[in-house]
C-alpha cells in the first residue's frame, strides 16, 4: 500500500483546508483499509486527527477535530480527503495518512502499518 499526500500549504485562521491522501496498492487489499490522519505539531507528538474504513461508512474523529473536520473517502479516485474548517494557528503541523488493515478504526500511531510522506499545514493568525 502506497499513501501520498497532497494539499498543505499556508492558509489565515478561520480558513477552510481539504487535505488528499491518494492510496494505492492491490484491489483486494484496499477493501480491509482503515485510512487515518494523523498530524504532528514542532515539538509535540504525533496525535491522531480522524480514521475512516476506506471502503465507506466508520469514521472515527479526535476531539480536537470534531465538528471541524471531516473525513471522506472516494473509492473511483482511489483518495481519503480530510477537510478542515475554522483552523486555527493550533493545528499548524504536519498531517501525515496512514493505513492498515484491519476490521475497526485504530487511533494509535503504533497499529498503522503503511505512512505517507506527510504535508505541512501552517495556519497564521
Known amino acids: 500500500v502506497q499513501l501520498v499526500e497532497s494539499g498543505g500549504g499556508l492558509v489565515q485562521a478561520g480558513d477552510s483546508l481539504r487535505l488528499s491522501c491518494a492510496v494505492s496498492?492491490?484491489?483486494?487489499?484496499?477493501?480491509?483499509?482503515?485510512v487515518a490522519w494523523f498530524r504532528q505539531a514542532p515539538g509535540k507528538e504525533r496525535e491522531f486527527v480522524a480514521a475512516?474504513?476506506?471502503?465507506?461508512?466508520?469514521?472515527y474523529y479526535a476531539d480536537s477535530v470534531k465538528g471541524r473536520g471531516t473525513i471522506s473517502s472516494d473509492n473511483a479516485k482511489n483518495t481519503v480527503y480530510q477537510q478542515m474548517n475554522s483552523l486555527t494557528p493550533e493545528d499548524t503541523a504536519v498531517y501525515s495518512c496512514?493505513?492498515?488493515?484491519?476490521?475497526?478504526?485504530?487511533?494509535?500511531?503504533?497499529?498503522?502499518?503503511?505512512w505517507g510522506q506527510g504535508a505541512q499545514v501552517t495556519v497564521s493568525s
Open positions: 496498492g492491490r484491489t483486494f487489499s484496499l477493501t480491509v483499509l482503515a
Open positions: 475512516i474504513r476506506y471502503s465507506g461508512g466508520s469514521r
Open positions: 496512514a493505513a492498515t488493515p484491519t476490521v475497526g478504526l485504530p487511533y494509535r500511531t503504533g497499529e498503522y502499518n503503511y
